[in-house]
């Protein structure tokens, strides 16, 4: 079975960077749909980005839309997302997420994924 592990989060001021990455292993499908999520303190999980590992473009939420990036390295069997210009409401605990999929749809966020990490933990401070 396919084993997600996050790493890369952790404290930065507003305006600042980080880059989490998602290792798989165990991978026994061709493609999948990969996504980031996150859940914000005292509130539900929402989707963040998602893309296909077989290639075609990537989807965000609107709230984070021109300052996140997902990419997945095949040769690697990662995935990362790269943040920029956070802010203190991004503070969340983010988590990957796969499944086996023909593609991502528009509609990722509202899809049950079969596969998930433990999360990392990521705080902006103002």
């Known amino acids: 079975q396919v084993q997600l592990v996050e790493s890369g989060g952790g404290s930065v001021q507003t305006g600042g960077s980080l880059r989490l990455s998602c290792t798989a292993s165990?991978?026994?499908?061709?493609?999948?749909?990969m996504a980031w999520f996150r859940q914000l303190p005292g509130k539900e999980r929402e989707g963040v980005a998602a893309?296909?590992?077989?290639?075609?473009?990537?989807y965000y939420a609107d709230s984070v839309r021109g300052r996140f990036t997902i990419s997945h390295d095949s040769a690697k069997d990662t995935l990362y997302l790269k943040m920029d210009s956070l802010k203190p409401e991004d503070t969340a605990i983010y988590s990957c997420?796969?499944?086996?999929?023909?593609?991502?749809?528009?509609?990722?966020?509202?899809?049950?994924?079969?596969?998930w990490g433990q999360g990392t933990q990521v705080t902006v401070s103002s």
């Open positions: 165990g991978v026994t499908y061709r493609h999948y749909c």
């Open positions: 997420a796969a499944d086996p999929m023909p593609q991502c749809n528009g509609d990722w966020y509202l899809r049950g994924y079969y596969y």
């Open positions: 893309v296909f590992t077989g290639g075609g473009s990537p």
